[in-house]
């Protein structure tokens, strides 16, 4: 998928200001838009240049679709990088999208959407109240264990006096609940950014991410854990210390356990009612040959299984 410069579409400079964004829209549209234009590729030219409005028109959409680009490369395929919009936060409302399809880029950032009631609104503009925000945010995997309290840093997309789509900063001290999921929503009554005019604030959405923890994997309320065993303790069995996101463990490895076996350890996953399982797969390490005593006791192994074939069922 290759990345989309909505900019050169518009043909205006990534500075500009949303009015000249707008003005240059409005020239296009008419230019190229199919029941007036004689153009023979009206329609896709019409297409696109739609498609660039609805991401830079929108303030919230351009801060958000800014950000990607500035960390992009040229010439490289592009994929948005994993918890790209987390921190972002965005009002609740939808604008209205054009009637056509999208392309995988726009939906790859936004999400898919389409005309009318039933379609899904893009990460920028989810269907909320019209006064809520909402943000996703992302939490250490120990804190959905235990719960914390925890200042987050969320980036606010507005409009300058001069016209200039900015970023701005804020920080909130957010109670993150124990047994909180990926994809849980917290609400934070009246703390929605500023929404300009005398009317109450709306409340603020948290979308809750987990931050990719080297050790672990969350499925759910379950965890998973890829635990190394050593050949002698996968064949006669052995009782090892296992790490959980709330601390050590010990755990009985089965005599005669292969590779991938699965072990359960009933209730350390994430808390809830009832709590989740941490799910120990167990993957096989083997010691190094890399001096002449090693070696031989290699060798002393082969020797006493020589009648053994790890390949066996792999005859036709």
Request: glycine share 10%; proline share 8%; charged share 30%.
């Amino acid at each position: 998928m290759d990345f989309k410069d909505y900019y050169a579409t518009l043909g205006v400079e990534r500075s500009a200001t949303q009015d000249e964004v707008k003005r240059a829209y409005r020239k296009l549209a008419r230019k190229y838009h199919p029941d007036v234009s004689k153009e023979p590729d009206a329609e896709a030219r019409f297409k696109e240049v739609a498609e660039a409005y609805e991401a830079l028109g929108d303030a919230e959409r351009r801060a958000a679709y800014d950000d990607v680009g500035r960390r992009h490369a040229d010439g490289q395929g592009f994929q948005p990088p994993p918890g790209w919009d987390s921190g972002f936060e965005f009002s609740g409302r939808d604008d209205g999208a054009q009637a056509f399809d999208h392309s995988d880029f726009f939906e790859a950032l936004f999400g898919r959407r389409s005309a009318g009631a039933g379609g899904r609104a893009p990460r920028g503009a989810r269907r909320q109240p019209a006064a809520d925000h909402h943000a996703k945010v992302r939490i250490d995997l120990r804190d959905a264990y235990r719960g914390a309290q925890r200042t987050l840093a969320l980036r606010v997309p507005q409009v300058d006096a001069n016209g200039q789509v900015t970023l701005q900063l804020r920080q909130l001290e957010v109670n993150i609940p124990k047994g909180v999921r990926a994809g849980q929503h917290l609400r934070l009554a009246g703390q929605a950014g500023s929404q300009g005019g005398d009317g109450p604030a709306g409340d603020l959405y948290l979308e809750i991410e987990f931050e990719p923890h080297p050790l672990f994997r969350v499925d759910g309320r379950d965890v998973y854990l890829d635990l190394p065993v050593a050949p002698w303790e996968a064949a006669l069995g052995a009782s090892v210390h296992v790490p959980t996101p709330d601390g050590e463990v010990e755990l009985n490895v089965p005599a005669g356990s292969k590779p991938g076996r699965r072990l359960r350890l009933k209730g350390l996953g994430l808390p809830s009612t009832p709590p989740g399982d941490l799910y120990v797969v167990l993957t096989l390490v083997l010691p190094p040959a890399d001096a002449a005593p090693a070696q031989e006791a290699w060798r002393t192994l082969a020797r006493h299984f020589a009648d053994f074939n790890p390949r066996s069922a792999l005859k036709p």
